[in-house]
C-alpha cells in the first residue's frame, strides 16, 4: 500500500509541474517569432508595371517571376515569388524586406527573357503610387491569338469528320442494300414463325399464324409480340 501511495504522489507532483514549464516554452516560442522580427523592421517593398510584347500590345495572364543569378545571395530569399499579369498587362510583386537587402539585384522572367530590378528601398518610401515602377518590354513579338488557333483547331477537326461522313456514305452507296437505303428504304426483318419455323417477314407474322395455323387472333398476337421481343434482345 505504502509503494501506490508513493506513486500516486509522484504522479500528481509531476502533472503539477508540466504545466508551468510547457507555459514558459511557449512564451519563448511567441517571443522569438513576433518579437523578433518586429525588431529587424522588414516592410514589404512592391514592383510593378505593366509588360508588353515587342509590337508594344500588353503581355496578359502571363507569369512574372522572380529568378536570381548564383552569386546575388540577396536575391535568394526571393527567388521562386512570383504574379501574374491582368488583363491590362499588369503585374505587381510584393517581397518582405530588409534593410541590407538594399541594392540587392533580382531578375524578373517574362515569358523567358530575363530583366534586372535593383531594389531600392528609399524609391518606395518615397513613391506616391505605394510601389516601385518596372515596366518590362520584350524582345518577342505577339504569338498567334488563342482564338485564332481554336478556330483553326475547330476547322480541321470539322473537316475531319466531315471527311469521314463522305467516305461512310461512298462506301454505302456501293452496296445496292446500302443505295436503298439512302433513299429511305428498309428491308424488312425476316423472323422465325414458332409453329412451323419457316421463315418470315416480320410484318406477315401475325397473318400467317392465324391463316396458315388457325390460331385466334388475340393469341397470335400475343406469340408475335413474344418473337419480336426476342429480336429486339438480340
Ligand atoms: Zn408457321
Known amino acids: 500500500m505504502m509503494k501506490y501511495d508513493c506513486k500516486i504522489q509522484t504522479s500528481i507532483e509531476n502533472n503539477y509541474f508540466r504545466p508551468k514549464s510547457m507555459r514558459s516554452l511557449w512564451v519563448a516560442v511567441l517571443l522569438v517569432f513576433f518579437v ?35 552569386q546575388e545571395y540577396d536575391c535568394h530569399p526571393f527567388r521562386g515569388t512570383e504574379s501574374n499579369t491582368d488583363m491590362y498587362g499588369r503585374f505587381t510583386l510584393e517581397l518582405d524586406v530588409e534593410e541590407y537587402h538594399d541594392g540587392a539585384e533580382l531578375i524578373l522572367n517574362v515569358r523567358n527573357e530575363n530583366f534586372s530590378h535593383i531594389i531600392d528601398i528609399s524609391e518606395m518610401q518615397n513613391s506616391s503610387q505605394n510601389f516601385v515602377d518596372n515596366d518590362i518590354q520584350l524582345l518577342q513579338n505577339r504569338p498567334p491569338a488563342p482564338i485564332f488557333s481554336g478556330f483553326t483547331c475547330g476547322l480541321i477537326i470539322f473537316s475531319l469528320a466531315f471527311g469521314m461522313v463522305l467516305v461512310r456514305t461512298a462506301t454505302r452507296l456501293m452496296t445496292p442494300v446500302g443505295r436503298a437505303e439512302f433513299v429511305g428504304y428498309r428491308a424488312p426483318r425476316i423472323v422465325e414463325c414458332p409453329e412451323c419455323h419457316g421463315r418470315i417477314e416480320q410484318h406477315r407474322l401475325i397473318s400467317h399464324l392465324i391463316v396458315e395455323h388457325e390460331i385466334e387472333p388475340l393469341e397470335a398476337g400475343e406469340i408475335a409480340g413474344i418473337v419480336f421481343s426476342k429480336i429486339e434482345m438480340k
Open 36 to 70: 523578433f522580427p518586429s525588431l529587424v523592421e522588414a516592410e514589404t517593398y512592391r514592383i510593378s508595371g505593366i509588360v508588353t510584347y515587342s509590337d508594344g500590345s500588353t503581355v496578359n495572364y502571363n507569369d512574372v517571376e522572380i529568378i536570381c543569378q548564383s
